[in-house]
């Protein structure tokens, strides 16, 4: 692959997440550089980037420099653009001259999304403490979240917090994310229970929230077998996405 417009573009957030995953879990890339680019001018910056690192090159060819010693790039598309930008990761095996980047394994890769109308560091690449590559939310957002669910619980505004909890079952659950949701979920519970979950008799009775609970993953979600391209039909590479715009 050496044009830009054939670079293939994830068919969703997660599989994004997971494709970044597993080049730095798998593949030994892990310097990084997160940035976004103008969605007009994607094609260019692409271009670019091959120019300096190689981004382009197809699976025989990345083998080959790997054998030789050579620097290894790749970048790793967002499943859209938002906003007329679209995100990006720069990830290689070594430093790049020329581009401002970050070890993983010294500062969590920060993935973002797009949230309140930009785009926002949402997700963070990280090691846990088994020693092994998972994505969690970062810090700010978790709280964000966690306040927002415990504030609907101790009013006992259950509507909202249908709601709430219904938009954390839709996170990308990978193993990190999975369990902070589940410490929100354990959290709002606790609040529940001490305040709202006893009846008027006495006894005890189902929160009217159980089942927004229902849909959530009940086991962390694992980049292994995940579809990473779009279905047939919709665009799966940068030109075609481009092509279709209106």
Known sequence: MTDPADHPIPRSQSA?????????????????????????????????????????LDRRARNLRREAGLPLAQAVLGPGPRGGRWPLVLLADRRLPGEAMERVDRKPLPWPAWRGEAWRPTYELYRDERGRWTWRLVEAF?????????????????????????VLGNLPAYRGVWLQIQDIRRRVQAVWGDQHLRSPG????????????????????????????????????VGEWLWRRP
């Open 16 to 56: 994004a997440m997971a494709l970044i995953l597993r080049a730095v879990s798998r593949d030994g890339y892990r310097w990084y550089h997160v940035q976004t680019a103008p969605e007009e001018r994607i094609l260019e910056a692409l271009r670019k980037l091959d120019e300096r690192h190689r981004i382009l």
């Open 142 to 166: 978790y709280r964000e979240l966690l306040e927002e669910a415990l504030h609907y619980a101790q009013r006992g505004d259950w509507p909202r917090l249908v709601g709430h909890l219904k």
């Open 202 to 237: 006495g006894g005890w009775q189902a929160p009217p929230w159980r089942t927004a609970l229902e849909g959530w993953p009940r086991t962390p979600l694992s980049p292994i077998g995940m579809r990473l391209w779009p279905e047939e039909g919709e665009p799966r590479t």
